[in-house]
């Protein structure tokens, strides 16, 4: 874990790989890396920073849920402006790295979605190899409605 990691979550925080970051647990890190206001609420995480593709999306106490792994509208402006290539390889695999000024990988990330490897890296940029979660957020599958989001189906 990098020094510079403060958790605000106060419950139980578990060390976790970025590669192994999934769902709530990596849209949780990647909001602690922007310095985003989040909380842990029903094992999602929420931020009070405004969903900018729908201002009607479910709210709940003031909340909305902050989801760059399964909206390109968030995660890829992050990926762009954090200088994050990605490519896809031949077994289908998404292969996330940002260079270095002499074009030599310093941070690399794999997954089967693009947003999500590309979110990892961000994440293993920021924090290095490790990270703490909060443990409420690891092994949570996303909703179905944000699974449908990843897919670019509205629901």
């Not at 989040?38 to 009070?48: D, N």
């Not at 179905?144 to 189906?153: D, L, P, S």
């Amino acid at each position: 874990m990098n020094s510079q990691q403060k958790p605000a979550h106060t419950g139980p925080m578990l060390h976790i790989a970025s590669r192994e970051l999934t769902g709530h647990a990596l849209n949780w890190a990647v909001a602690t890396t922007l310095s985003i206001p989040v909380t842990v609420h029903k094992g999602r995480a929420l931020t009070t920073v405004p969903n900018i593709t729908n201002p009607v999306l479910e709210v709940e106490f003031g909340y909305k849920p902050f989801n760059p792994t399964g909206n390109w509208a968030v995660g890829g402006p992050l990926k762009t402006g954090h200088r994050i290539s990605t490519v896809q390889k031949h077994d289908g695999w998404w292969v996330a790295c940002i260079y270095d000024m002499n074009d030599d990988p310093q941070f690399m990330e794999i997954s089967h979605d693009e947003l999500e490897a590309a979110m990892r890296c961000l994440v293993h940029s920021h924090f290095g190899r490790t990270v703490l979660v909060p443990a409420e957020l690891l092994g949570r599958p996303l909703t179905t409605a944000a699974a449908g989001e990843r897919r670019g189906v509205s629901t």
